[in-house]
């Protein structure tokens, strides 16, 4: 037997039964990989999810909490940063664009929008510090922790010309 992802949960007791509603509280691992975050089975999500019944659908709204190895955009310093996420997801037995499905057995599957919101949640564009100063271009030097030694006269390179361009 194939293992089922923990998001997949059985709706069964609750399908034609509008108005009631149960809480579900989830432990996985989402795999989601981004230029400089990155959510795997190191760091598993925690899902805290209401699901209630409908005419013939199924509401699921909760929150994921959430720990992501992320890496400075300047000066590629790694940390863990924790954050949280909220999601609302409507499942059919007749999906449309605004639905997701039920399965015949009755099972529904939280992980594409636990997915989705996580992904949106993190940050695009990560940064240690506001003031970030990031790493020399020449020599790679993390200009936090310490100043740059300086570098060789770059007057004899092709590019000095262009130089004139750039300084007021």
């Known amino acids: 037997m194939m293992n089922r992802s923990p998001f997949v949960l059985l709706v069964t007791d609750l399908l034609g039964r509008t108005g009631t509603h149960r809480d579900e509280t ?23 999810v209401r699901l209630e019944a409908l005419a013939d659908e199924i509401l699921a709204r909760g929150n994921v909490a959430y720990s992501a190895e992320v890496e ?16 609302t997801q409507l499942y059919s037995k007749e999906p449309d664009e605004d639905t997701q499905p039920i399965s015949r057995d009755g099972h529904i599957d939280l992980e594409p929008a636990i997915h989705d919101e996580v992904s949106l949640a993190l940050p695009l564009v990560p940064l240690c510090k506001k003031d970030c100063l ?19 006269d770059e007057s004899d390179s092709r590019f000095s010309a262009l130089r004139q361009f750039l300084e007021p």
């Open 26 to 48: 989830i432990v996985g691992a989402v795999e989601i990989e981004l230029d400089l975050d990155k959510v795997d089975e190191t760091h598993p999500v925690t899902v805290q």
């Open 72 to 87: 400075c955009n300047r000066c590629l310093t790694g940390w863990i940063e924790t954050g949280e996420a909220i999601f």
């Open 134 to 152: 990031g790493l020399c271009p020449t020599c790679g030097t993390d200009l936090n922790t310490a100043p740059c030694s300086g570098h060789a």
